[in-house]
């Protein structure tokens, strides 16, 4: 099976999340915007699907995978997919639904760090939603990264088998994730993460075990894994930063 | 089987989404922060999840569903789960997934209305934020919601089969949380809403069909299913609706 990744180039944006269960995973996949154009990829075979008028199951956005003949779109959908047959989640009904949680409270902490800088509309450019942006970020630093951060913490410390997972002693898909949106917003709010990231030893631990992965860390040193950057989800605005 | 639905009394919120699915699926369960504090009930027995410091995996916020021992949070995670014993869902592993994705969809919609009133934070008030609220929502009417719209109206018209839903001949927990978000934005945007829904036929006829339902129907007129209010995610502020 080879998987067919559909997702915006140049960043890492959601895609990154389902980049890292592939990689993880070893799963053979294309990442098909990143090919040219006249070979049959870039951002025209992506709006094939986006905009195609006989695709019966037309995702909303990127990411979406193709595995054969099933478009599956959501970056939280896509993960729960694989995490079978990449072996990133529980085989039990419990534990697959545990990690979809931890998911899916990831993916609301993406959605508040990229509003940070994006308070008004995706629409428009960050200078024209500045004085907005910094009062979000304030809030951002002193209240939801604390209360998310928090939790995960909780979360690793309540995990009582032996490791830095987040569930059991395997890696999930919500280690990757959770430790994909750790390193963009340490990327985007160096100084807030910092001092965050101090007070939660297990979420820093965690961080480091997926980017020590070894075929995390062939995949990081490749260069296929593109550098953060402020065209991105996660951007480094150091009057964000307080 | 009685499942226990935890989640904030006095507005529909999130939790809403998962009555409409229990209501539909004719299950038994006690809404429990809705019971006398002295009966077990209030937000004291829902805090004893969420802070209790021996629980094993915790929710991050309501909604979240007790089944036994087992403790479901996120709101499409708990769809996900429902959707199986409730027949909310197709049986087949593409069908879940669809249904899924198109309830994560649902789901995006959800904040996007929710930060109209509050786009810079969620802990301030809507007073000390209507600058920035009233630039969020004309984007979010002028753009968002045809975006969204314009994308479901396409799913409906893509389901071959016959009937008003998104996905084959059954109502799914999809559709049910569709037509909340339709009922939300109608409350919060009287204006746009109608100038939107009017171009999008088949989303209002299956807003319409989910609110028939007998058992929909039975539950809103039983009293129980609490009016839209401004402490709520869905908030009539006319001077955001342009």
């Known amino acids: 099976m080879v998987y067919e990744l559909y997702y915006w180039p140049g960043i890492q ?64 959908n896509i993960l729960l997919y694989l995490g079978g047959p990449l072996k990133l989640a529980p085989r039990d009904e419990a534990g697959k639904l545990w990690v979809h949680q931890l998911q899916l409270t990831v993916a609301d902490l993406v959605v508040e760090a990229h509003d940070t800088h994006h308070p008004i509309a995706a629409g428009l450019y960050y200078k024209d939603q500045k004085a907005a942006a910094k009062r979000r970020a304030e809030d951002f630093r002193e209240h939801r990264i604390p209360k998310f951060f928090n939790y995960f913490e909780k979360v690793l410390t309540r995990n009582r088998t032996a490791g830095p997972w987040l569930v059991g002693r395997r890696v999930t898909y919500a280690d990757l994730s959770l430790a994909q949106v750790v390193a963009g917003i340490r990327y985007a709010f160096p100084k807030a993460s910092t001092k965050a990231l101090r007070k939660h030893p297990r979420l820093m631990k965690l961080h480091d075990a997926v980017f020590e992965r070894p075929r995390i860390k062939r995949y990081a040193e490749s260069g296929r894994r593109l550098a953060f950057n402020n065209d991105d989800l996660f951007r480094n605005y150091p009057e964000l930063d307080g």
């Open 13 to 76: 944006g959601r895609g990154e999340f389902v980049r890292l269960a592939l990689e993880e995973g070893g799963a053979k996949y294309i990442d098909i915007a990143l090919k040219p154009e006249n070979r049959g990829g870039g951002v025209p075979a992506m709006n094939k699907f986006l905009e195609g008028p006989r695709v019966p199951h037309p995702p909303f956005a990127p990411p979406f995978l193709k595995v054969g003949k099933q478009l599956i779109g959501q970056t939280s």
